[in-house]
């Protein structure tokens, strides 16, 4: 089996339990740019120390690569990791994920758009199955109240800058060690955070032992390991191969939510799941 396989199904069973972790934190009275701030604080020095002891020449990289990690880590990084976290406040763990994993259709979108490329009746199946899943997989069926419009919102908007995060990595940053453009990224969204909420601030958050040991997971577990396996993997196999196999995140979150959360989980919600997995599956694999 290929590494960049490997690296790919590692990322997307990490991720999978990053839902779980963000409404711990949630409960202990953390807000987004709290979790994101301390989050970052934490991940930088351990990643600085972790590529010294690995590869120290990969701290070394170039103006340009310097422009394109910022890049990255502001428009893409920030913004994504923003409302991915703040759709939880509103949507149930599994359906944040799901809404997550519909980025493959927006790569579809910028491809037709930007790159030109045919589009055929099968394709535009297949995108609209897509939507039709989250909708399904968002537990329409049960109560309305259950529904959030400003949570779905949020969670098309993370998937919107994952796919700009897929994209520009495969672009811009094929040559670039997966190590050093995480690790830059990270520092330009951490950079970019504290313009809207200074570390000061953030410490005034109550730091209990339970809120401490989220953002280590989160850290180390839910962004250092998954975001640099991402890039290995994208570097290996490309963006169109890593989201296909990204899907297994979908079962994982849903999974977890309702063994650890006791979140409710119909047949419904797991037939609209399937369906998104199945859509996003055959829109990469046309490609």
């Known amino acids: 089996m290929k590494k960049g396989y490997i690296y790919s199904t590692l990322s997307a069973i990490l991720f999978g339990t990053c839902g779980i972790i963000i409404k711990i934190a949630f409960s202990e009275g953390a807000n987004s740019i709290n979790i994101l701030t301390l989050q970052y604080m934490m991940s930088i020095p351990i990643m600085f120390l972790g590529i010294l002891i690995i590869d120290s020449k990969a701290l070394k990289i170039g103006k340009k690569d310097l422009y394109h990690t910022a890049v990255?880590?502001?428009?893409?990084?920030?913004?994504?990791?923003?409302?991915?976290?703040?759709a939880f406040n509103y949507l149930d763990v599994s359906m944040v994920t799901i809404l997550l994993y519909t980025y493959?259709?927006?790569?579809?979108?910028?491809?037709?758009?930007?790159?030109?490329?045919q589009v055929s009746f099968n394709k535009i199946f297949a995108l609209i199955a897509t939507f039709i899943g989250c909708f399904l997989a968002l537990g329409l069926n049960q109560s309305?109240?259950?529904?959030?419009?400003?949570?779905?919102?949020?969670?098309?908007?993370?998937?919107?800058?994952?796919a700009f995060?897929?994209?520009?990595?495969?672009?811009?940053?094929d040559k670039l060690n997966p190590l050093a453009v995480n690790f830059y990224s990270i520092i330009f969204s951490f950079l970019s955070l504290i313009i809207f909420k200074f570390p000061v601030d953030v410490f005034r958050q109550d730091l209990n032992g339970k809120l401490i040991v989220c953002i280590i997971i989160l850290g180390v577990f839910c962004e250092i390991i998954p975001l640099t396996l991402l890039y290995a993997a994208?570097?290996?196999?490309?963006?169109?191969?890593v989201s296909i196999i990204g899907n297994l995140e979908i079962p994982t979150a849903m999974f977890l939510s309702f063994l650890i959360l006791k979140e409710p989980l119909s047949l419904l919600q797991v037939f609209g799941a399937a369906l998104v997995i199945y859509a996003i599956y055959s829109i990469k694999k046309m490609d």
């Open 144 to 162: 309305i109240k259950t529904f959030s419009t400003k949570g779905f919102m949020y969670g098309i908007l993370a998937a919107v800058f994952y």
């Open 72 to 86: 990255l880590g502001i428009v893409g990084n920030t913004f994504m990791t923003i409302f991915y976290y703040m």
């Open 234 to 241: 994208i570097k290996h196999i490309g963006s169109l191969k």
């Open 165 to 173: 995060m897929n994209i520009y990595t495969e672009k811009k940053m």
């Open 104 to 117: 493959p259709a927006m790569v579809f979108i910028y491809s037709v758009v930007f790159q030109k490329m």
